[in-house]
């Protein structure tokens, strides 16, 4: 009964595993891809000291996305896509941390939601490890 238990066990993770890394490669392309379409939407964000290359910034950060967006969905390269994603997740969390020193006015949203997006970040970074392998 035990082996059974695991076995459904480890069936149900591999499922949500799958399903959850199709989430986020869908959600890091169409963000990224969101970049190109409505960069000021991002460059708001920018804190005021990297304010001379925002643009550069954003598009940066939208071509990584889409990347290890796709790159996620390969099984050889889901590594280097986790990694990838972690480091861009890094590499952006200033602007979220811009975002709620502001209260949410850099982006004209609430103060609530300036800084729920704090935490957000470490569930992605935490989701991107979980997809490494």
């Known amino acids: 009964m035990t082996d059974m ?5 480890i069936s149900f993770q591999n499922r949500v595993k799958k399903i ?5 490669s869908f959600f890091y392309i169409t963000v990224g891809v969101n970049h190109f379409l409505n960069p ?3 460059t708001q964000i920018i804190p005021p000291v990297l304010a001379k290359i925002d643009l550069e910034l954003v598009y940066l950060s939208g071509v990584c996305e ?9 099984k050889k390269t889901r590594n280097i896509a986790a990694w990838g994603l972690i480091a ?3 590499a952006v969390f200033p602007a ?6 502001t209260n949410g006015f850099a982006m004209d949203t609430t103060p609530a939601i300036a800084w729920y997006r704090l935490p957000f970040q470490s569930l992605f970074i935490v989701l991107a490890y979980w997809h490494r392998k």
Do not use: K
């Open 88 to 90: 861009t997740l890094a």
């Open 66 to 74: 889409i990347l290890f967006g796709v790159l996620l969905l390969i």
């Open 5 to 9: 238990t695991e076995n459904m066990s």
């Open 20 to 24: 959850t890394r199709f989430l986020m």
């Open 96 to 101: 979220n941390i811009y975002l709620a020193q």
């Open 40 to 42: 000021e939407w991002f």
